[in-house]
Structure formats: structure tokens, C-alpha cells
């Protein structure tokens, strides 16, 4: 019995032991979340960003960063790293910035943002350095700003123009007996053209058209400006295929050299006037985010709401415009007496005209309670994103913004002949009215249940004129005229009144401090970021969920997933949204 106790008294000390150990690693680690070590700058230091990067409206989580990883870092958000590039303007740690421009993911309207902040850089006399093996097009249209712009000797530079390819379903439809049953206003609302067309309609060709023109005149133009050059001989180049290789980008003066990845280092090391095998204190702006504070500080406080994805009912998820969440934000920036101002940042094709409806709605009683109200639009603010926007005070947009859209559309399926010709199952209804079931997704709709539909969809686009009508101060006709669910650039939108101002979401915070007659202020941003564990489950769900997906199906594949997901949501859901994919080239 003695042994017994000796042996049980050793194994539950041992075990407390365990218990206390890992109690303790435990606290450490939460210590280490909640405290996380700072960086440091160091001297001579060079800030790295990667165009290759994308920078979404906020920052993108990367939980490891919060156990102090030395190569883990959050992505910044689009204005965080504007912020960041701002700071190190006047940190005299930062000598220069290292700019690589292989890929560029990011749209038109975000690549100015940056462009903008890296000109602003450039005023200080720290140098911008630009190098790509393969120089994208669209990250030409960000390096061009740079001091000096290098590319590989047996790389280039992409310079070809704009184009835009658009997938449609319609004979793939027919093909499974599927009828998509359509409603629509305004001839131009191209959102349900790949269901109901082969082709493009001449009215979507001509938006298009109209659309990458503007874009592609401001690049040439950015570019001529930037390098001293001609924007006929620009256009020459493109039209003509001069530029093939390294060389003919040198010949044409597109770069300043031709340089491999180590003569650009020494390069570098020359600018910083250290020796030619010495160290380079290269900062990604990851890691120089949480070295330094670049945030505003101040006493009064502006709301700054960032609304990115797709506009839906409910609360909707983190990377979505659910019309709960959002409304419920700007009723608490409205309620709260610190708060003087809301800038709300939009970037968003639109979705549910309801949900836009009632997010609208909370915006003009901000307005209503003496709230200013400051719409600054990212890459896309169009249809149920311009709806939710079009009665703040003032509205800005970037030239490379993709804004308008107003129409409105409605698809109800008819999934009938396929499930009896192609599946061998049929279906029966017992109901208590005519139109009982009228979303129904097993028989074709009445010409009854159609009138019906059509003027849901016919009522909603007056609607969305109206709103657009008051919230603009023009006529109703005018509206009408330049509606249509046209898209148009930031440039043509504010031409047409759509937009206020052309300017980044700096100017539009700026805008909203002198309205509320504040120069001592902060911002507080929303949504707040989440706990470390949801961040970390969030992630991994996220990166694990695409990736298989992405491996299964490959890019194409993924890319006709997520378009065939989105027809699904919008079953029998009256939409104000953008076409599916307007991914310009």
C-alpha cells in the first residue's frame, strides 16, 4: 500500500508539474500576442514594397505576426500604407524605397493611390528605385513615378495596351436546358449579359470601350508626364509592338538601364554610401508598420468606415456590406459625441438593392443629425455601392475608379427541362394562391408572375434614380440620361456629377475635418479588427479553402466557379450590381 501511495503522490506532482508549465508557456504566449516586441528601423534603412502584393481596404491578418515572427507581418491596408510611405518621408532612418514591379495585382484605382504617395515620397530627395525582371504593365503604371526604373537584360516591358475578356454561359444554359428568366432596367446593365448572350451587346461594347479608353489615355499620360516623354510615340509603340525586348523599353526610354538583381543592390549601396559587400537594411513595410506609429492623434475623433466586397442583407461576413453591420456602424459614429465627421471608404460592384437601401438610409440621417458625411470610392463604387453612397455630403473617386452602374436586374431560373431531361426528376405543388410560388426554380414563370417581376425591377430602378436625383442635385431626366447601368471612370463620373471631387481617401478625410471645423482630430476605424484566435481559425479556413480549390480547378476554372456562385445568390433577389468580372488587362 505504501508504494501505491508513493507512486500515486509522484505521478499527480508530475502531472501538476506539467499542468503549471504549460499554464505559464500559456500566459507568455498570450503576453506575447497582446505585447508584441517592436521592430527596429535601424539605420540607413530601405523600405520594400512589392507591387506584387495585393492591398486590400484593410489590413490583411497574418496571425503569426502577432507571436513576433521576424518574416511574418500583416499585409497593410490600401490607406495604412499610404500612411506608411508618409511617415517614412520624414523618418530619417528611411534613405530610399525599393520598388518591385514584377506583377500588380491591384486595381486602377489603388495603383494611384500608391502612385500618389511614392510622387509625394520622391518631394523629399530620398530616392524611389524601380526593378522587374518582366515590368507588368500595371506595375509600369505605378514604377514610372520612380527616380530610376530597371528591368532585367532579358526581361522587358509588358506594353500593350488594355482588354478585357468576358466569359458568357448563355449556349453552355441552353445546352442543360436551364432558362435564366431575366428582368432588367437600363440598357446598358450588362450584369446578366453572360446568361442571356454570346457575345457582348453593342451597348456594353461601347462602355467598355469608352472605359479602358479613359484608362489607358490617363496611363499614357501619367507615363509621357512622368518620363518626359511623348504620348503619340507612346501610343506608337503599343500599336506598332515596339517594345519586345529589354532593349527596345531602353531604346524608347521606358527604363533608365538594364540591370540584373545585384548591379540594382549596388546600385543601392552606392545611394546609401556603403561599401559594395556591406549588409542592405532592407524594411518590407510590413515589418516598418509595426516599427513605427504612423497614425494621427488628436482630440476630437472622424469615423473612418471601410465597406469593401459585395453589398448583402443581414450581418454578411468579414470580407462583405451586410446592411446590419454597416448600418449599425454609422448609427454609432452618428450617436457618438466624440465623433465629428464619417468618412465611409466604398469599394464594392454593389449587390442587394435592399440592403444599399437601407445603408443609404442611415447615411442621410447622419446627414439629417448634422454628421458630415465623406464618400471616398477605391477601385469600384458602382450600382448598389453607388447607391449606398449618392446623398453624403461629398462624394471623391480616383480617375481609375469604376463608378455608376444604375440599373437594376432580377434573374429567376427555370431549372424544369434540366432536372427532367437530364436528371429523370420531375415535381408537383399543391398551393393556396396563383403566384404561391413564384420563385420557383422547377417551371417556367406565367406572363402574370413576369409583369409581376419586371415591375418589382422597373420600381427599384426608379427608386435608385430618385435617391440619385435628390442626393446629387439634378434633374430626374439628366439621371435617366447618364444611368441606363452605365459604368463610367472617376474622371467621366465627376464630369457628369456623379462625383464631387477627383482625390484619394487623404482628401476625403481632409474634407471631412474642415466640415467639421476640426484640424485636432483621430481617426477611429471600423470594422474593428477581430481577437488573435479568430484571426488565426479565420485565416487558415480562408487560405486553406481557396487553395484547394484553386489547385482543383485552376485559375479559369475558379475564376467560372466564382462567377456560377454568384448567379446563385442573386436568385430571386432583385440586384443593383456591377458586372460579374470586369478584370481589365
Known sequence: MAGFFKSFFASLLALIVFVGFFFILFLVLIGTVLSPSRPSVGEKAVLVLDLGQEYKEQAVDNPLADLGSDDEYDVPGVYDLVRIIRRAKRDSAIKGIYLKCNSDVNGFATNEEIRLALADFSKSGKFVYAYGDMVSQRAYAVANVANKIYCNPKGGVEWRGYATDLLFLKDALDRLEIQPQIFYAGKFKSATEPLRETKMTDANRLQLTELLGDFYNRFLLTTAQARGLDTSVLRKCVNENLIRTAQDALDYKLVDGLRYDDEVKDEIRNALN?????????????????????????????????????????????????????????????????????????????GSSLASENIWREVTLARRDGKPVVISFGDVAASGAYYLSCNADSIFALPGTITGSIGVFSIVPNFGAFFKDKLGVTFDVVKTAPEADIMTVTRPLTLVERTLIQNDVDTIYRDFKTRVSDGRKKPMDYIDSIAQGRVWSGTMGQKLGLVDRIGCLQDAVDCAARMAKTDDYRLVEYPEPKGFLDRLLGSYRRSVSVKSMKDELGEDGYRMYQTIKKVKSMVGKTQTRMPFDLVIE
Open 274 to 350: 556603403i561599401g559594395h559587400h556591406s549588409y542592405i537594411n532592407f524594411i518590407p513595410v510590413g515589418k516598418y508598420e509595426r516599427a513605427v506609429g504612423y497614425k494621427a492623434t488628436g482630440r476630437d475623433q472622424i469615423a473612418l468606415i471601410y465597406a469593401e466586397g459585395e453589398v448583402v442583407d443581414g450581418k454578411g461576413d468579414r470580407e462583405e456590406i451586410g446592411s446590419e453591420t454597416y448600418r449599425w456602424l454609422i448609427r454609432k459614429a452618428r450617436f457618438d459625441k466624440d465623433v465629428k465627421a464619417i468618412v465611409i471608404r466604398v469599394n464594392s460592384g454593389g
